[in-house]
């Protein structure tokens, strides 16, 4: 009789821890935003999307992987007929030395700044030729990049947002993203965009939307509806990419080796 009221007792505290779980992951839960997909354009499937922006008309991408890392800028408007479309040239395209694993890219001041991987250099490039200027390093990997206008904004495959001053890519600050009190990690693509940061987490089609002074998740964007969307063949085409796009007022999405981009517009 006593062990089964201590066996009761016990069953009854692990519901409640149970129930008190699950409410507080709920309760964790940032809002989902509406989205509406206003237009999509051919992607090219040989770009491994690490970094998208866009600046005016053009595109600026880097794409991934050690001996065929790329840094591309190509118009936003498209050609009419199909095989147009498909067989564009980029505007430009710069080859990254083969030793670098191209990630997240960030434009400032008319400068391309490339994170790479695991290699602790940060390329920078002129962005009217895009040809090579110089390297900076850092310490810790590099995933996502972004820019405010003062800051580089760097993701590291944490839960951490790390913001670094241009002039030498010294840490003047970092922030840690929750959700409630639960960190989000493997934040990877950036964007910097209406006063706040956006970011990809990595085989996951969610989209955050962080405040960039605490690194609270504001609410979530679930874009699993545009991977539906496109043909994927292997389990890393995965979404990444965001570029806000002013004068669209809507944000570019796209995936690592996607055929496609969405316009996706938050009313
Ligand atoms: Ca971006």
Known sequence: MVLTTQLSRSLLCTSLLLITNAWSSFANAA???????????????VLFTQGLLVDGDHFYETSG???QSLLVTYPIAEPASTWAKISAPFTKKQAIPNQYFAEGLALLDNKLYVLTWMEKTLLIYDKATLTYEKTMSYSGEGWGLTTDGKSLIRSDGSATISFHQPKDFRI????????????????????????????????DDRILKIDPQTGKVLAQLNLSALKSKVKLDNSEQVLNGIAWDPNRNAFWITGKQWPKMFLVKIP
């Open 172 to 203: 003047t600050k970092t922030i840690t993203v929750k959700d409630g009190d639960k960190e989000i990690n493997q934040l990877n693509e950036l964007e910097y965009a209406k006063g706040f940061l956006w970011a990809n987490i990595w085989h």
């Open 31 to 45: 809002e989902e935003l509406t989205y509406e997909i206003i237009a999509e354009r051919t992607h090219k499937p």
């Open 65 to 67: 992987l050690y001996n």
